[in-house]
């Protein structure tokens, strides 16, 4: 059975940081391109950002870059999301997605996996 645990959000002010991570079971964690994504109140879950198998390459929607990074422990089977500067429109359910791929994938709908998600509450 398939599980993406997320964990680490929770209720920060604006220009304070977070991690948040995600535990994967259940598949070869190794060859799993993974991405983060996000769904505010009212909108469309969108893209963050995603990370190749290998870790070596990343892509982040132009909203978050420079702010937020992605990485990954596959000896751990994490992937992470290091967010800082936030901001109050940063707020949202952040999910992560497991997608069997070489590189990094931005399409929703290309995933194959989903985490239940975790709520980051940024306040200003």
């Known amino acids: 059975q398939v599980q993406l645990v997320e964990s680490g959000g929770g209720l920060v002010q604006a220009g304070d940081s977070l991690r948040l991570a995600c535990a994967a079971s259940?598949?070869?964690?190794?060859?799993?391109?993974m991405g983060w994504f996000r769904q505010a109140p009212g909108k469309e879950q969108e893209f963050v950002t995603a990370i190749s198998r290998s870790g070596g390459i990343t892509n982040y929607a132009d909203s978050v870059k420079g702010r937020f990074t992605i990485s990954r422990d596959n000896a751990k089977n994490m992937v992470y999301l290091q967010m800082n500067s936030l901001k109050p429109e940063d707020t949202a359910v952040y999910y992560c997605?497991?997608?069997?791929?070489?590189?990094?994938?931005?399409?929703?709908?290309?995933?194959?996996?989903w985490g239940q998600g975790t709520q980051v509450t940024v306040s200003s």
């Open positions: 997605a497991a997608k069997r791929a070489l590189g990094v994938v931005r399409t929703r709908g290309d995933y194959d996996y």
């Open positions: 259940g598949i070869t964690f190794s060859i799993y391109a």
